[in-house]
């Protein structure tokens, strides 16, 4: 592993990345990896070797780590064996998919482990990345959201809810986004229905489509010592799959009416005790803004905060030592970003500044790692020149630094 800085991390304390192929999991390695903090890594994939694999090919990757199988069964047993010989009290997961997210919080919290949890109710983090729940907590908390309810193999009827409808597995961490579907008829929902249970699922979320002006995405953290939080807004201009997907071009924004409902959420959050990363989607209405999902996890779009002093996975991690740092302030600017692998044919993590200067970031944390190393600057972020798509051979050399 190479670095352009170095940081002192507090001794004895030992750091596990976990998460799949995706660029979640390669903009913890980046976090860490530029400031040369030591880590472990447990990536897991449904390939049964690292050849081919994206994350592998980072500059900062671990020579030696872990890959195991996409299963519940694997991970747990991949965190067993990493625990092995540490001790549990000085041991932080940065948990960068919601299978991983999910596994850590109902087998690590209950240990002590630091992992994003709610305090005093581990198991609650992998209780709420069930959709339907999530719907009754906005329900419960004045936050608006789709109609939602649950159809399961038995019982196809989507009761009360109003075409057009969209399906998605019930629980991300045991879905794929290429099972999302939106449809507009009974008999296009019939043969979705059909399709997703012959696929073998037992339960799915079924929502109303909410008529939305644009998506956007809050990518951030609360933070372990005082419950204070920083994140940026993204603004998706182009989604995959279509208005079902994670961003693919946007540029990030803080509009006023989505900040508020972003201020709600996380606040609420917050105080029952909720600490971690989080990934927060909204969607701007002609009624206000509204919530789509919660992600409790590293967002997929972090790496877009991780110049200018919102490294937000070292800074959690400092924290989680016993670090002391000055969080950043929530951010919204001009920066445009380019992310999504099935849009952009062998690039999956890019970054395009405007040209003109950003505000400066303010609440770096005081060591060397606030200092940037870019390979050319272009209004105060590293940057490259934008294409429209690379050849499939560019995403296993280690492109933009990776």
Request: hydrophobic residues 40%; glycine residues 8%.
């Amino acid at each position: 592993m190479t670095c352009e800085r170095h940081i002192d991390f507090p001794k004895g304390w030992r750091i596990l990345v976990v998460g799949g192929d995706h660029h979640n999991t390669l903009a913890s390695l980046r976090s860490l990896g530029r400031d040369g903090v030591p880590f472990d890594l447990l990536l897991h994939s449904g390939m049964k070797s690292a050849d081919g694999l994206m994350v592998p090919s980072s500059k900062y990757c671990p020579k030696n780590f872990e890959l195991v199988d996409n299963s519940v069964e694997a991970i747990s047993e991949g965190y067993r064996s990493w625990l092995t010989d540490k001790d549990p009290r000085l041991c932080i997961v940065l948990a960068s998919s919601d299978l991983s997210a999910y596994v850590a919080d109902r087998e690590l919290a209950p240990k002590g482990i630091v992992t994003y949890s709610f305090s005093g109710e581990p198991g609650r983090v992998a209780g709420l990345m069930d959709k339907y729940e999530q719907y009754v907590w906005a329900q419960a908390h004045g936050v608006p959201m789709a109609r939602s309810v649950i159809v399961t193999s038995r019982d196809h009827a989507a009761a009360g809810l109003s075409f057009p409808l969209i399906l998605k597995p019930l629980v991300s961490a045991f879905g794929e986004k290429t099972d999302i579907a939106i449809v507009d008829s009974p008999d296009s929902y019939a043969a979705a229905v059909t399709r997703l249970f012959a696929d073998g699922y037992e339960r799915l979320l079924v929502q109303e489509v909410v008529d939305f002006d644009y998506e956007a995405v809050a990518s951030g953290c609360i933070f372990l010592s005082d419950g204070k939080e920083s994140h940026i807004t993204l603004r998706k201009e182009l989604t995959f799959p279509r208005k079902a997907g994670n961003v693919a071009i946007g540029c990030s924004e803080a509009a006023p009416e989505m900040e508020k409902l972003l201020e709600k959420v996380i606040g609420e959050l917050s105080s029952e005790g909720f600490r971690g990363m989080f990934d927060i989607e909204v969607f701007a209405t002609r009624d206000g803004a509204v919530l789509n999902e919660i992600n409790f996890r590293q967002s997929g779009n972090m790496f877009a905060c991780l110049d200018g002093g919102m490294s937000l996975p070292l800074l959690w991690a400092l924290d989680a030592a016993g670090e002391e740092i000055r969080p950043p302030e929530p951010f919204g600017g001009r920066l445009r970003i380019v992310a999504e692998p099935q849009l952009v044919s062998g690039v999956t993590h890019r970054q395009i500044a405007s040209a003109q200067r950003l505000p400066p970031w303010r609440g770096q944390i005081a060591s060397p790692c606030a200092r940037k190393t870019t390979r050319r600057r272009l209004g105060g972020f590293s940057s490259v020149a934008s294409r429209p798509s690379f050849p499939r051979r560019y995403a296993r050399r280690g492109v933009d630094g990776r």
